[in-house]
């Protein structure tokens, strides 16, 4: 068995799982978001929360393990400039990503309860996590788009 096959295999498929996942939830998300129907809101934000759990977070772990490793066997030098760049967007994103775990959690939450209280409206609190959410989620997602050339091109950039 070739172990850097293996994992490079692993770690493209956990890398489609992870920006898939991400783009897919928040796709449904942003427009369960626009019907303004509390059920249909409560039942995705509540996916999504599980998504994250299930499908992104161990993507996410596993993302830097397998690429520094493939990195290392693979001989690149961990002054590549693609490669500090790529580190550079993957933490940009991880950053947004972070607080964007917990709005959709206190999303979901405050939907399911709007839901089951038979709420008219969302509060007011739910939109402005909402828009949180969603800023935070444009740059994610650029940074991961940018990350996925780098990793397929490497290009020189500057020297190293």
Known sequence: MNWYLT??????????LLV??????????????????????AAVSRLVVRADLWFTTPAVIFQPLSGLWLA???GWSWTAPWL????????LAGACWLPVVW???????????????????LPARYWRFARWWEMLGY???LAMVAVYFLMVLKPALWAA
């Open 103 to 121: 709005l959709q959690y206190e999303m979901a939450r405050m939907a399911g309860a709007a839901h089951a209280g038979g709420a008219a409206a």
């Open 20 to 41: 898939g996942t991400g783009f897919g939830t928040a796709f449904y998300l942003f427009f369960a978001n626009r019907t303004g129907s509390i059920p249909a809101i």
């Open 84 to 91: 500090g760049l790529s580190i550079g967007l993957y933490l």
């Open 72 to 74: 290392h066997m693979a």
């Open 139 to 141: 740059p994610a997602f």
């Open 7 to 16: 994992i490079k295999a692993l770690h493209i498929m956990s890398s489609v």
